[in-house]
């Protein structure tokens, strides 16, 4: 049997703030990949990146299943300078074709996630909404309605790697108690459709302070964003990239006023919350 599948996987944007390594929100750019029996094992795609089994979906994939003989042709709209998931999406999208091609019904969230090396992307890629993770499990439910993101990638690349050597072993017991109290307003806000809330919860001592000298401009957006009309910003994931979060009313002007901002240095996009997480259809 001549087997063929389409695989739709969004982008992520995790840590939302206080959450770092449990919070994550799935954005609406797409990787989408093609898989099929063709006799010949190939990587097929315009994006930079290996097209050998050193590919990182070929190896995610490889995880569960040989690759032989099939054909992977890859396409992605995901900013690849960092903080948007990428690889999360890859690692997922490997995943879901071995699982669904030889009907494995594998468990997808533990292996991408010891693959990825931590959680929240590879879950918000998984199941889409936004996602809270925790023992091993992602809780998953809808953006709210009024609730509309912009994203503000820099066209220097930062490697995950490299953010997450630029944060300490311990942190201070105040620190802790910020992000604990600020990550419970974010949520309680996204839960109850209360954007006010949402906008104080934005704030993090963890990460963002720490990872600061890699992307001084990218902090100076987070902190100025309520000033340019949104509700509020947050590095997305490791960075460089910022995830303003605005109403669907502000999205235009914020938009205006970020363009501005990053003239130079960085593109600035509209990319909605997406609800919908990984997709195989059957050609
Ligand atoms: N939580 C991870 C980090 C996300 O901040 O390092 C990486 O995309």
């Given at each position: 049997m001549h087997?063929?599948?389409l695989i739709r996987v969004p982008a992520s944007s995790a840590n939302l703030g206080p959450g770092f390594d449990a919070f994550a929100a799935a954005?609406?750019?797409?990787?989408?990949v093609e898989v099929e029996e063709t006799g010949t094992f190939a990587v097929e795609t315009d994006l930079p990146v290996p097209r050998d089994r050193s590919n990182l979906l070929?190896?995610?994939f490889e995880r569960?299943?040989?690759?032989?003989?099939l054909t992977f042709r890859v396409s992605s709209t995901i900013p690849m300078s960092g903080g948007l998931g990428s690889s999360a999406a890859a690692v997922v999208a490997g995943l879901v074709a071995a699982d669904h091609l030889f009907e494995l019904d594998a468990d997808l969230l533990a292996l991408a996630t010891e693959i990825e090396g931590h959680?929240?992307?590879?879950?918000?890629?998984?199941?889409?909404g936004f996602v809270v993770c925790a023992d091993g499990d992602a809780v998953r439910f809808d953006p709210p309605d009024a609730l509309e993101a912009l994203v503000v990638v820099?066209?220097?690349?930062?490697?995950?790697?490299?953010?997450?050597?630029a944060l300490p072993a311990t942190v201070p017991m105040a620190d802790a108690v910020f992000n604990v109290a600020h990550g419970a307003l974010l949520m309680l806000g996204l839960a109850t459709g209360d954007l006010d809330l949402v906008g104080r919860g934005l704030a993090d001592r963890l990460?963002?302070?720490h990872r600061e000298p890699l992307y001084p401009r990218s902090a100076e957006i987070v902190r100025e964003a309520r000033s340019l009309g949104a509700i509020g910003a947050t590095i997305s994931g490791a960075g460089p990239t910022v995830l303003v979060w605005t109403t669907v009313e502000q999205?235009?002007?914020?938009?205006?006023?970020l363009q501005q901002r990053a003239r130079g240095w960085a593109t600035v996009h509209r990319a909605s919350f997406e609800p919908v997480g990984a997709d195989v259809r059957e050609l």
């Open positions: 087997r063929r599948r954005v609406a750019f797409h990787l989408d070929v190896r995610a569960l299943a040989p690759a032989d003989g959680p929240d992307n590879v879950a918000a890629a998984l199941r889409g820099p066209g220097e690349a930062v490697h995950t790697a490299h953010a997450r050597q990460h963002q302070p999205a235009f002007g914020v938009h205006a006023a």
